[in-house]
């Protein structure tokens, strides 16, 4: 792909996951495929070179000025056609990182899964985030609660303790050991600040894959991977049934 392009991706992905850990956003995968990744200790958002979502995260680092560097030149980049590891653009060519190799998909067994159209998903941020509070000392509140109702709507709950979103959807997938409504303590709860992040990269047509597993909600869409740690807390029971 152009550099040009490539450099728009980083400054997009950039853009919209504050609080990046410096150094640790540019990769090659083991199959020669670029992938930029932003992260911060909650979690992070990839992106891959090739569109496809894959499940191997092992790859070399790529150091930060080094890769700055290479999207200032023009041309292709890619991986070079030999045995050394390094990436390319025009005459530019920049040595990976051997020995540096990082897996952070969490492979727990999920407790639910489901699909749902990106432009919905898109719209039940929105309704959601809204009424969330930005009052650190309670944090539980600084997210919106994932639960399943008793018809087996996906629904995302939300209150600053004044005002109350309630966003139900009917999902595709499957949901297994899920909290419910009647179980407020133990429903997943995602900070704002993910989903508002999440919801600026949303492609327009398309499915977003949701899995929430015991400590973390991940997200697949388009060229797109999401991981994000859950909020440790206890959701108030604003009794909805």
């Not at 680092?61 to 292709?76: H, I, M, R, T, Y």
């Not at 056609?81 to 005459?91: A, H």
């Not at 709507?153 to 050991?177: C, K, P």
């Amino acid at each position: 792909m152009q550099s040009k392009e490539l450099k728009t991706i980083v400054n997009r992905i950039n853009g919209v996951f504050k609080g990046s850990k410096k150094g640790n956003n540019y990769h090659v995968l083991n199959n020669g495929r670029l992938k930029l990744r932003a992260e911060n200790w909650d979690g992070f958002i990839e992106w891959y070179s090739d569109g496809k979502v894959n499940e191997t995260e092992f790859s070399y680092s790529v150091p930060k000025a080094d890769f700055e560097q290479l999207l200032s030149a023009s041309g292709e980049v890619g991986l070079t056609p030999n045995d050394e590891d390094c990436i390319e653009s025009g005459r530019l060519k920049i040595k990976v990182e051997r020995g540096q190799k990082y897996e952070f998909w969490n492979h727990s067994n999920p407790v639910l899964q489901a699909i749902i159209p990106a432009d919905r998903f898109k719209d039940m941020i929105k309704k959601s985030v809204f009424a969330t509070d930005e009052n650190a000392t309670r944090y539980a509140l600084n997210g919106v609660a994932i639960v399943q109702d008793k018809n087996g709507f996906l629904v995302f709950f939300a209150t600053d303790g004044r005002i109350m979103s309630t966003v139900f959807e009917l999902h595709q997938g499957s949901i297994v050991n899920f909290p419910n409504v009647e179980n407020w303590g133990a429903v997943p709860i995602v900070h704002a600040n993910h989903l508002r992040a999440v919801s600026k990269i949303l492609p327009k047509k398309g499915n977003v894959t949701i899995v929430i597993r015991q400590n973390c909600i991940q997200l697949e869409f388009g060229d797109f991977k999401c991981q994000f740690r859950l909020i440790e807390g206890r959701f108030p029971n604003i009794g909805v049934s």
